[in-house]
């Protein structure tokens, strides 16, 4: 797995013009006072993660962003006939892939919950066109998996097991932040994250599934993608979907 | 919401012997090294939350360890036609009280994602009786939301909405620590994870459902509890679930 790192964080340099050294004997000082590579994009420091609480004194913010799910179908139904170590070889591998496909289109990989993870782009580094970012990711992520996958089954046992990634994505207002008041977690939560993770349960093995909130601003990139509707567990009305 | 605070971390007092400072000016020096309460439970430290790394040198431990899941029904339809700050002001207070719940019996809160909530009992505070620190850790989420609720109807404009907590709960084995090389995040994997979860699904608003594990480890506690069976997605023979 290769990843061009940022020797800056990229998050302060376009936020307010600040160079913060993330690597390196200059990096130092500044890890003495705990600002290091953040957990969640390695090219952006921990102030940036923080950043409502250090440089904005608030607690959430509302922002324009795009939300990614990918999920590895078969999972649960795997980790009953596996070991634990097949089982977590195989997790390993599969956030490592995500982790690189996101961070190469400037997201952040908020989540990771059991065999699934969650994405967000256009926070702390910044792109108008967030949401063609996150559908970049979505194919890196599918293409990078498929040829991993091939490289495990064999080592860990994995034969005749599905193992495809179903991802879902949806942009638009969302809240980003700390919430509660004791227990401090980075969270995303509104209809966004709610219809991403929905077309992510919606989406099969290998497949993206955008909304149509993406579809308008990505259009370019997805011509000729045929919509299908999807009754949505929450949601009332029909929900319509493209492949990407 | 008050929580007694613990003024040395717990679980290096268990595991170590060792008197960490949490609180107080005792507590600076150690801060300076980035020790200082965890965000999951602030009766333990970051060191505790690093211990594979820091002390164990290893990555990931397998441990016998109860698994919570809990989940605010109805907050996907409401989070379609009430404001985020409605929303946003409901989930503080519904990880307000899950979160006290969780560390009044010692658990983990590992995740909060959406609208839901995951807690680990055993680690790293220590108890035989885990499972029963789950059981009782859920009821205690359902008596506090329950109370918590009625308060927040009327100022956040509510009226009418549901929003009852289903909770699952699970034990055994489980894989716990970092999974990735990349992207550095705790959590837990494994078939206790999934069926916890899956519980979860399957409970009703206010609801809490265990499994057979959990009901033979917790007899007395759950007396008269009734099991269904249920077909629960991933798992191909039905599902034993008992309300406690």
């Known amino acids: 797995m290769t990843l061009r790192r940022s020797r800056i964080c990229k998050g302060c340099w376009q936020q307010m013009h600040l160079p913060v050294p993330l690597h390196g004997v200059v990096s130092v000082p500044f890890r003495v006072f705990g ?31 795009t939300v990614l799910f990918a999920d590895l179908r078969g999972y649960t139904t795997l980790s009953q006939s596996h070991s ?11 956030y490592d892939e995500c982790a690189s496909a996101i961070w190469e289109c400037d ?65 638009g207002e969302l809240s980003f932040g700390e919430f509660g008041r004791s227990h401090r977690d980075l969270t995303a939560i509104g209809t966004v994250v709610n ?3 929905r077309a992510q349960s919606a989406a099969a093995a290998g ?8 579809h308008e601003r ?18 009332e009305a029909p929900i319509t979907l493209y492949p990407a």
């Open 107 to 171: 997201g952040l990989l908020n989540k990771t919950i059991g065999d699934a993870v969650m994405a967000v782009f256009n926070f702390p580094i910044r792109h108008a066109d967030h949401a063609r970012q996150g559908v970049l990711a979505a194919r890196a992520i599918q293409r990078r998996w498929s040829a991993r996958r091939k490289t495990l089954i064999e080592p860990l046992g994995l034969a005749g097991a599905e193992l495809g990634v179903g991802v879902g994505i949806h942009c």
């Open 195 to 197: 219809l991403a993770s």
């Open 218 to 235: 990505v259009q370019s990139d997805l011509a000729g993608s045929r919509p299908r509707e999807f009754q949505l567990k929450g949601f």
């Open 84 to 94: 634990q170590d097949a089982i977590s070889g195989l997790l390993d591998a599969f």
């Open 35 to 65: 600002i290091r590579p953040s957990r969640m994009n390695p090219n952006t420091c921990t102030i940036c993660e923080l950043m409502f609480t250090t440089v904005m004194r608030a607690r959430k913010i509302t922002i324009d962003a």
């Open 207 to 214: 497949e993206i599934l955008v909304t149509q909130a993406i």
